[in-house]
């Protein structure tokens, strides 16, 4: 069965740092990967998804992300955190092929310290 | 666009009491979905439809759960009776699906009490 692991459970780096937030997946095929963010009582937002292409996505607010086929990685990265990234992150792969179902990862909580 | 409508955003409830959570999607969306989410769960679809028709409800816990979707712009989760392990916050999300897996656009949620 498909699943998403996000080996983080809780990460903390310093306004200005680089960051990389973890994702590993199983599934079949080739899957379809997403990454949203979700803000303090807020609902979910989508950063960036990959279907297929090139593999190095790019998404809003600065995020990209990389497909590693080898490594069953999705991970999601930025080069210079701002302090409204904090926020919890989730990483989430297609149920399958002829569905809309997602499963999702447990998510990142981000914590940015000035 | 309004974006995903959700209400109530939240309720606090007596079990045994019914709770009927609303929602309104995006305008033109034809796939809804209900996600429930829990500090020891995660992230759960609940059910979702396409079109106003139930396509995977194998999320929707037990009987007491219920989901409706009488038309294109509004649906209702309805848990009778309610029970404290049903708290939780429950989201509503939709995308206009045509073929690849598209886009979800999550509401604010309704965080359900039950006490």
């Known amino acids: 069965a498909q699943s998403v692991t996000q080996p983080d459970i809780h990460i903390t780096v310093s306004e200005g740092a680089s960051l990389e937030l973890r994702c590993n997946y199983s599934y079949g095929a080739t899957p379809y990967l997403f990454w949203y963010v979700q803000s303090p009582g807020q609902g979910l937002q989508l950063l960036l998804k990959?279907?297929?292409?090139?593999?190095l996505v790019q998404g809003i607010k600065g995020f990209e992300a990389e497909f590693k086929r080898s490594q069953s990685s999705f991970n999601l990265r930025k080069p210079s955190v701002h302090w409204s990234d904090a926020a919890e992150y989730f990483c989430?792969?297609?149920?399958?092929?002829?569905?809309?179902?997602?499963?999702f990862g447990t998510g990142t909580r981000l914590q940015v310290f000035p | 666009d309004a974006g995903v409508i959700q209400s109530p955003r939240h309720e606090v409830t007596e079990m045994g009491q019914e709770v009927t959570l609303r929602c309104k999607p995006i305008s033109g969306h034809n796939s809804l979905f209900w996600y429930r989410q829990t500090m020891m769960r995660g992230l759960e679809l609940l059910i979702y439809?396409?079109?106003?028709?139930?396509?995977?409800d194998s999320g929707m816990p037990e009987d007491r759960f219920s989901a409706k979707m009488p038309n294109a712009s509004f649906s209702t989760l309805k848990i009778q009776p309610s029970e404290p392990r049903d708290s939780a916050v429950y989201f509503c999300?939709?995308?206009?699906?045509?073929?690849?897996?598209?886009?979800?656009?999550f509401g604010p949620g309704t965080r359900l009490l039950v006490l």
């Open positions: 439809f396409n079109n106003n028709v139930p396509i995977d």
């Open positions: 989430a792969v297609t149920a399958g092929y002829n569905t809309d179902k997602l499963i």
């Open positions: 999300a939709s995308s206009f699906t045509q073929g690849l897996q598209e886009t979800q656009y």
């Open positions: 990959y279907f297929s292409g090139d593999t």
